[in-house]
């Protein structure tokens, strides 16, 4: 009876060590690790302007002819700039998606064309778009870029991990997603940036050690996102200033229409005006 109690005790006694053993293995390797830091980015300027740390714009007057025909895209990474793999493909189409209806919305576009990733090659360029410009008759191109960063570390928390079961329970990694998206809209003929809009996003969070990754691909997804919702906020806004400056100062943008084209709505409006000032401008002239 004896010799069982002792061997029920050094059984339970051995399990509980290896477990404690699997534990601290754990812990060993969360604490061998330490802060880590994963990036993923895609850069308009690397896109436009390779291999050139100051870029030379000279753009010329952008020629407008109403209604346009805009495309959009996201601009490629740079080979080896993602540390963490890139976005999926339905991120992308479904932001792409909701920044055609902001432009849809408004009346002088005449069509819009998502562009597939392949069209675009790393550090293509403006040749890159003027090949676009005639395969697809573009007008203006829309080019998304984003940049996501996310920082994960051991609080004080951590200790909890010396437990058996701590490193399931307490939360003890630090983990911050900070998400920019850009939005620049561009004429294609001038190389003429004609406005931008940002959009930014940043979360924190804690999870346990066996929880990091799945948390950190969770934030992710949902920083961009909610980056997403304020780059669409502040699109909306710069297409209304951009009106604005277009009818407050019209030499800076020439406005024509196809044939067959007369606009309507708020936005023939503003058209109208320009149209007009210009007009009064060459009768002064003659």
Known sequence: MRDAMKTNRFSMLSRLLWVAVVVLGVTACVGIRGPHKSERSSSVVDFLYPNQEQPLITPGI????????????????QPGRNGSGDFSEAQKSQLLRRVADAFRAEQFIGSLEVIPSTYLRSGGG????????????LDVAVLVAYDQVQFTDQNKLSLAYWTIVGAYVF???????????????????SRKLLFRAPGANRMKATSTAIEAG??????????????????????????????????????????????GYTGGGAVSGWLAGALLLLGLGRLRRR
Do not use: C, M
Not at 171 to 189: C, F, H, M, R, S
Not at 221 to 232: E, G, P, Q
Not at 236 to 250: G, H, T, W, Y
């Open 171 to 189: 939360k003890g990694n630090k983990n911050d997603t900070d998400t920019l998206l850009e939005a620049v809209v561009y004429d294609i003929p």
């Open 214 to 259: 799945e948390n950190l691909r969770r934030d992710s997804a949902a920083s961009f996102d909610r980056a997403a919702d304020d780059l669409i906020t502040n699109l909306r806004a710069e297409l209304a200033a951009f009106r604005e400056r277009v009818k407050q100062a019209p030499d800076e943008v020439r406005i024509e229409h196809r044939p």
């Open 126 to 137: 403006f040749d890159n778009l003027d090949r676009l410009r005639g395969l697809l008759g």
């Open 62 to 77: 952008p020629v407008l002819r109403l209604p346009l025909r805009v495309g959009l895209a996201f601009v490629p990474t």
